[in-house]
């Protein structure tokens, strides 16, 4: 990190590129290793590893040389969804670099068998309905595959099958052990082959997929349970759980940042929780192989349901019936047909063909079945996934504790679940979440949520996909009705894949044309309406547009009692404002999103002065190109008396109103001020060197 940025942002670069590229919107991305700054040669342990952008796709192993645009590691912080800044330390990706297209780059390419087997897998699979399935099961590349499929496997509680893990790796060992076996019975008199062989076949697995994090877990656990098996060390399953656990942080200190570390080692810890107790119960009832197989796989779909639960904010409950049929089916043939195909590629790709063309067949009836997940998906809120799983973990103790202890954890956990869905009195709150350059504030009471503005959208996805329905789902929260000030992508992007999630939500718009055929009210001023006891009174416009633009922003005043109120401003500028002052009365407010995001071209003193905020929030991103929120307009509120936040600073911001408090006291909440202290963070996102 300080040999990167102490270069300054203007770079000249040469780099080797580590990744497969995938195509964005502006170019294509991978990583790259940097070897050498503006000629300085960097040694081999303090390389940096960074995003590389550049106008063509680079394949493994090609040195470029390009004058680059250094830039740092910014993302958003909620309290669930998309973390870009976790993930980049996650990789050890310390900052993004951008080709300049306008100065001369050099690419040297270099041979890549990887890459090699990809471009030709690529190329042998284009014109199958699966082709995301099998890349994704051959070189853990997901980026070929569609989001609705992702969400469908998800759903069904099948995602592990595409994410290349120790299941994955477990396969191709046993796969080569079953042919190291076979070789001894036929001619070769090695007893250690079949190990030899699995070893071989289950690293070559994890180096198709580029020796990501979850397979190098799979290895590092497999060399251990090698070596104890050749030593003929016997152990628990505790000790190597933690030899495992050991090997990987001593390998990969920053591994703790990934959230499937977590997810691994955690299925790891109950697969030998389970093994334990069936090798208790063996000496009261001998178990044939295959329950004990059966039993393992129920078990640990159960078990894993409260870590599922808190990460994807639901349960599937197909997901055991799913697990039971598609698990055996790509252990014993799917996997072991592509990992072939992918073998052949280089000696007969004709061959190659055909068994990918198998694959595909094999793939229908999981596409068959995938679609009914969706509607057996029950979502959970984060609170009620930690009271399972402390359920869980009082069910896998329980063997320790005496029976009536168990039955009054148990009790105690289940009154304390109920007590969380009892409504708070007096209460509201308002959670402005962090979507860069844009805006999508909740408004919650009683387990109900309202939604301001849905955030942006781009080619592949949607801050609502990637934040706000996470967020809903974390908490709980029904959403029941959407305001959409104005439909620029920054504000309605997401409005689509939010009404197909929620299609029963009320629409509140100022606009008449391309909105979903749903059913909407109008959002004009003297409009108002009730929910959840709070009052909604419509400020402007002063009528419905085809097209609502900036100015044409549904303006909406929030009560629940005369003290404690809140204005939601939308992108209104100045003639809206000054129209707006005339009625100066129906301004004032407790709190007030900042109208355009801090932009000059709104927030007129005479603005600020009637509403008389005690809090202004603006929501923007962080160093954005239009250097949001500007300099004068903060300090216009903080003149008038207004504490100051805004997104790109503070992170998700969260307001607790209370009716029965005076206006001024309000409990606030930026999540960069707890959760945002991290140091990679820090670095990450101010090159603190």
Known sequence: ???????????????????????????????????????????????????????????????????????????????????????????????????????????????????????????????????????????????????????????????????????HVGIAFGFGYWLGFLLIRLRFKLALLPLLVGFACAAGYAWLAGFSLTTQRALILISILLLLRLFAIHTSYRYKWLLMVSALLLFDPFAVYSNSFWLSVIAVALVFILLGLFSTYQGKKSYSKLKQLLGLQIGLVLLMTPVVALTFHGIGLVSVAYNLIFVPWFSFWVIPLILTAVALLVITPSLSAALFELASLSLVPLAKVLPFSESLWLPISASSAWWLLCVVIVWLCRRGLSPRFVLLLNCSILMSLSMLFLPEQNKWRLHVLD????????????????????????GSGDY????????????????????????????????????????????????????????????????????????????????????????????????????????????????????????????????????????????????????????????????????LPNAEVKQRYLTQGANWMDTGNDGQISVTFDTGMPANKLAVAGLRATKGKAWYRQMLRKRVE
């Open 1 to 167: 990190m300080n040999t990167l940025f102490s270069a300054g942002s203007d770079l000249t670069i040469n780099a080797e590129v580590g990744s497969l590229f995938k195509p964005i919107t502006h170019g294509f991305q991978g990583i790259a290793i940097i070897r050498s700054i503006n000629g300085h040669e960097i040694d081999y342990f303090s390389r940096p590893r960074v995003y590389l952008t550049s106008p063509q796709p680079l394949r493994l192993g090609d040195k470029i040389t390009a004058q680059v645009k250094l830039k740092p590691i910014i993302g958003v912080l909620n309290q669930v969804g998309i973390d870009r800044e976790k993930s980049a330390i996650g990789r050890r990706i310390v900052g993004s670099v951008v080709v300049k297209t306008s100065s001369f780059y050099r690419v040297r390419s270099a041979y890549s068998l990887r890459q090699e087997l990809y471009s030709r897998a690529v190329s042998l699979t284009h014109s199958s309905a699966f082709q995301g399935l099998i890349l994704a099961l051959g070189f853990g590349e997901r980026g070929h595959l569609e989001q609705a499929r992702q969400h469908q496997l998800q759903t069904s509680g099948l995602s592990h099958l595409v994410a290349i893990s120790g299941l």
């Open 435 to 458: 979507v860069g350059h844009g805006l999508a504030a909740v408004i919650e009471r009683n387990g109900k949520a309202t939604l301001f503005d849905t955030g942006a959208s781009w």
């Open 464 to 627: 609502v996909s990637l934040v706000v329905i996470p967020f809903l789902r974390a908490n709980g929260l029904m959403l029941e009705q959407v305001i959409i000030s104005h439909f620029d992508n920054d504000h309605a992007g997401g409005l689509a894949s939010l009404m197909s999630e929620f299609p029963r939500a009320k629409l509140f718009a100022s606009q008449t044309e391309e909105l979903p055929d749903i059913a909407r009210q109008p959002c004009v001023k003297g409009q108002s309406w009730q929910w959840q006891e709070l009052t909604f009174v419509a400020l402007w416009p002063p009528q419905l547009v085809e097209r609502a633009y900036n100015p044409h922003s549904c303006v909406v005043r929030v009560e629940a009692s005369y003290q404690q109120s809140l204005l939601l401003t939308g992108d209104i500028e100045v003639i809206a404002e000054w129209t707006l002052t005339r009625e100066p009365q129906q301004l004032s407010a407790s709190v007030v999103l900042v109208p355009h995001h801090g932009s000059a071209t709104s927030s007129m003193a005479r603005f600020v002065r009637a509403v008389d905020p005690h809090l202004a929030i603006a929501s923007n991103a962080f160093q954005g190109r239009w250097s």
